[in-house]
């Protein structure tokens, strides 16, 4: 392995170890914990975590052992946030699709082959799905907001991550590549995507694709809730809801200043 190749190397690991990190907050994990999560060994896990430290990208609980992220990170972060978030924008659009189809509402964000909720708004009906939550990384194609997102990208973007992605494992053979195939398919004849219960039984999901300044789906809006609630009439309906809230959001968001 070339030294440039083992920067890359180790760069992936900072990555991955952070991202783990993160998706523990706020209790924060421990070294075993983390080094499970990502697939690096655990000594090494704890020497990558000790640099990271050092620079202050994570903290050590000292009575626990704990590792949560680091004062660095809310800097940084809140930086980006100048650039990339857009919750305060999208505010108003997902708390009107909750309370228009009583079904709770969220915004996602695509990062790379990944999507992160961000933002999640209860409805009014009193049965609800649990399955995303505010921080959730689920890959694109999984959920209606990653298949949404999926769907809107070109062929060669689609085939490339295809090409890339195991989901069964995880994820079961509802998520082989032609099972996501079909869906993509049928997202892009409708419009906006389905999840009929694929993640959690009984538990269903609408997703639109939002789209960035350069026409590129960058979020999306979703709603989810109990079957029942999600039968062939009203998934019309809730999907002209959500493709009329979607336009809505990418019109706003062309307007935001350079």
């Given at each position: 392995m070339t030294s440039s190749e083992a920067n890359a190397s180790v760069i992936g690991k900072i990555c991955s170890l952070l991202r783990a990190a993160g998706a523990e907050e706020p209790s924060g994990a421990?070294?075993?914990v983390l080094a499970r999560a990502t697939g690096i060994a655990r000594p090494?896990?704890?020497?990558l975590l000790s640099t990271l430290a050092d620079q202050g990208f994570v903290d050590r609980d000292a009575g626990t052992g704990r590792w949560s992220l680091g004062p660095e990170i809310y800097l940084l972060?809140?930086?980006a946030a100048l650039r990339y978030d857009i919750t305060d924008q999208a505010r108003k659009v997902v708390q009107g699709l909750a309370t228009e189809s009583g079904e709770s509402a969220f915004l996602s964000a695509r990062r790379g082959s990944e999507t992160v909720c961000l933002l999640r708004v209860e409805g009014s009906f009193?049965?609800?799905?649990?399955?995303?939550?505010?921080?959730?990384?689920?890959?694109?194609?999984?959920?209606?907001?990653?298949?949404?997102?999926?769907?809107?990208?070109?062929?060669?973007?689609?085939?490339?991550?295809?090409?890339?992605?195991?989901?069964v494992p995880e994820w079961g053979e509802s998520h082989s590549h032609n099972a996501v195939r079909e869906r993509i398919a049928q997202?892009?004849?409708?419009?906006?995507?389905?999840?009929?219960?694929?993640?959690?039984?009984g538990s269903w999901g609408l997703g639109a694709a939002v789209f960035d300044r350069a026409a590129k789906p960058a979020w999306a809006l979703s709603v989810t809730g109990v079957e029942?609630?999600?039968r062939e009439d009203r998934r019309r309906e809730l999907g002209t809801l959500l493709l009329?809230?979607?336009?809505?959001?990418?019109v706003q968001l062309g307007a935001r200043p350079a």
């Open positions: 421990s070294t075993t090494t896990t704890h020497r972060g809140s930086m009193p049965l609800r799905s649990h399955v995303l939550y505010e921080g959730i990384r689920l890959p694109l194609g999984v959920a209606s907001a990653g298949l949404a997102i999926l769907a809107h990208l070109p062929d060669r973007e689609v085939d490339e991550y295809l090409d890339g992605v195991d989901l997202t892009r004849t409708t419009g906006f995507a389905v999840n009929p219960a694929l993640l959690v039984e029942t609630r999600f009329d809230a979607a336009h809505r959001l990418t």
